[in-house]
């Protein structure tokens, strides 16, 4: 996180993490897990640009063996018709020159190769939760 946020314009983000999921592990690479992560908080710090009160959190949670990674923000959001097409190689929302369409694709990728998903709500004007589910090691 301390990483991402080096060199980077805007606010923090607001970091929650339940108690019981601090010291969960799942078995993933960790440099994939780490660019995962910071593709959808470049997303969703891209997102917000424009926004007078930029909010950006990540979340942390664990229940029933499974350990769940939530990135909200308060962006632009993505038009419905759009929604389903997310995590797709080389589909992307953004201008020209701004993406290349891979940051969803590769997190998605990344967890479903453990055995996890991802999730992704949106609403255009509202902002964006991208949800990255996970087995809990050794569960």
């Known amino acids: 996180m301390k990483r991402w946020q ?4 805007g606010p923090k983000p607001i970091v929650e993490v339940q108690p019981q999921a601090a010291r969960a592990r799942a078995r993933l690479p960790v440099h994939a897990f780490e660019r995962a992560i910071a593709n959808l908080l470049d997303n969703a710090a891209e997102a917000t640009e424009h926004r007078s009160a930029r ?3 990540i979340a942390l949670t664990r229940a029933r063996g499974e350990l769940r990674i939530q990135v909200i923000d308060n962006g632009i959001g993505v038009p419905e018709p759009l929604l389903r097409r ?3 190689p080389f589909f992307t929302t953004k201008e020209p020159g701004r993406g290349t369409g891979l940051g969803l694709y590769l997190a998605r990728h990344v967890v479903e190769r453990q055995g996890g998903e991802m999730t992704v709500v949106s609403a255009e004007g509202r902002g964006t939760e991208v949800t990255l ?4 090691a050794g569960a």
């Open 55 to 57: 909010e950006v959190r």
């Open 133 to 136: 589910t996970v087995p809990e």
């Open 6 to 9: 080096e060199g980077r314009p």
């Open 86 to 88: 997310i995590g797709e």
